[in-house]
């Protein structure tokens, strides 16, 4: 009974698509985010979302657009993808803000740009 | 210069020995987390702490706040747990809008 899920686990695609990430926890917990790795293992939040609303957006191309369609669920689109895209892609969810709340992390997407 | 740095980056270890990793920081924080990342990729919360120490198991994490560094130590080290560790900080900031910096982890290697 996985607590954040996310799909696919693997993704390879060519430049210029379109692809989507989904994330889903069942946790009940209010706020979500989605992280980049990047190939030196680097992790660096991208968005952020509290009860549907999004809080933090780090300075993240327009081509990636996050939706949340209830606080369950963060789902992350890529458009125009180009290699510099490909990394791991986590999403997370916590209770309470990073101040105060212990992060639960999905497995992971590995997205593969060619 | 990171806003968060962690020593060693690369530790091997003997199965059995005491594993310490490091993590200093430069912003001011409220609490300090302490990741697990497996070779298979996950990633897993082992402790947040703002003060003092925890212990979970043979995992002890402390902190201290006003030199601005905190330590994960791992007793009796075994193979599994050879992982990467990576310390995280929140920024500081209103209540939900917070941030969380990363170091860049420190990979474990313990043999048998």
């Known amino acids: 009974d996985t607590a954040v899920s996310q799909t696919p686990k693997y993704l390879v695609t060519q430049m210029g698509n379109d692809k989507s990430i989904k994330c889903e926890q069942n946790?009940?917990?209010?706020?979500m985010y989605w992280y980049k790795q990047d190939s030196k293992k680097f992790l660096k939040i991208m968005f952020s979302?509290?009860?549907?609303?999004?809080?933090i957006n780090e300075t993240v191309p327009n081509r990636f657009s996050p939706k949340s369609p209830d606080k369950a669920h963060l789902n992350l689109h890529i458009n125009s993808l180009e290699l510099g895209d490909s990394a791991v892609y986590f999403c997370?969810?916590?209770?309470?803000?990073?101040?105060?709340?212990?992060?639960?992390f999905g497995e992971g997407s590995r997205l593969t740009v060619l | 210069k990171n806003e968060v740095e962690q020593s060693p980056q690369n530790l091997t270890a003997q199965e059995g020995e005491f594993i310490t990793i490091n993590c200093s920081y430069s912003?001011?924080?409220?609490?300090l987390h302490w990741l697990q990342q497996h070779p298979g990729g996950g990633i897993v919360s082992l402790f947040m702490?703002?003060?003092g120490k925890k212990k979970h198991g043979r995992l002890i994490a402390t902190i201290n706040i006003q030199e601005k560094h905190s330590s994960l130590h791992i007793t009796a080290s075994h193979p599994r747990d050879s992982a990467v560790y990576i310390c995280a900080v929140p920024t500081l900031g209103s209540y939900n809008t917070d941030k969380l910096i990363f170091g860049t982890g420190t990979r474990l290697q313990v043999f048998p």
């Open positions: 912003v001011g924080i409220s609490a």
């Open positions: 702490l703002s003060s």
């Open positions: 997370a969810s916590s209770r309470l803000g990073p101040q105060a709340g212990e992060l639960f």
């Open positions: 979302y509290n009860n549907k609303e999004l809080i």
């Open positions: 946790l009940g917990h209010d706020t």
